[in-house]
């Protein structure tokens, strides 16, 4: 199977394991990830956006300084601008955040479904796609050039101001 097919396979199983959206930050630097796909609500993106909640949400804050998942409930007494309640205002119940470093690289998963809490088995295989997906793109310039291509084209490009 090539890259490509691996990459956007992954992607596919992570959009399933997350039926109320997905946030996946690749390879995040001073500038922010290197790629960024999500599949959560546009109405909540433009949103959080607009209000600058990156700055403020306990999930972000969380997943620079950690490794492993964390429930959003759990993160509720470290959220005094109430990001977690305005994200279920949009539709995104019970979420989870995953962070992973190897290779000297982070990776960032913000996961959500509206039916339940998520289960631990269940964050553990997202976060074996998180993984696979991390190190299928590890190493910059190293990418095939057609692959970064493709992936910057799927990648949600931010504002670096």
């Known amino acids: 199977m090539s890259d490509r097919l691996k990459i956007a396979s992954a992607l596919a199983d992570l959009a399933e394991a997350t039926p109320g959206g997905f946030a996946l930050g690749l390879h995040i630097g001073l500038r922010g990830p290197m790629f960024l796909f999500t599949t959560f609500p546009l109405k909540w993106l433009s949103y959080y956006t607009e209000q600058g909640l990156q700055l403020r949400d306990p999930a972000v804050a969380w997943s620079l300084t950690n490794?492993?998942?964390?429930?959003?409930?759990?993160?509720a007494a470290q959220d005094p601008a109430g990001v977690i309640a305005l994200a279920r205002e949009y539709?995104?119940?019970?979420?989870?955040?995953?962070?992973?470093?190897?290779?000297?690289?982070?990776?960032?998963?913000?996961?959500?479904?509206?039916?339940?809490?998520?289960?631990?088995?269940?964050?553990?295989?997202?976060?074996?796609?998180?993984?696979?997906?991390?190190?299928?793109?590890l190493g910059r310039g190293s990418l095939p050039a057609e692959l970064e291509l493709d992936l910057t084209r799927m990648s949600i490009r931010l504002?670096?101001?």
């Open 91 to 137: 539709g995104l119940t019970h979420g989870a955040t995953l962070a992973l470093v190897a290779g000297g690289s982070r990776t960032v998963v913000g996961v959500c479904r509206n039916d339940r809490e998520y289960l631990d088995a269940e964050l553990t295989r997202i976060g074996d796609v998180a993984n696979a997906l991390h190190m299928a793109t």
């Open 67 to 75: 490794s492993g998942y964390v429930q959003w409930r759990d993160l």
């Open 159 to 161: 504002s670096q101001g």
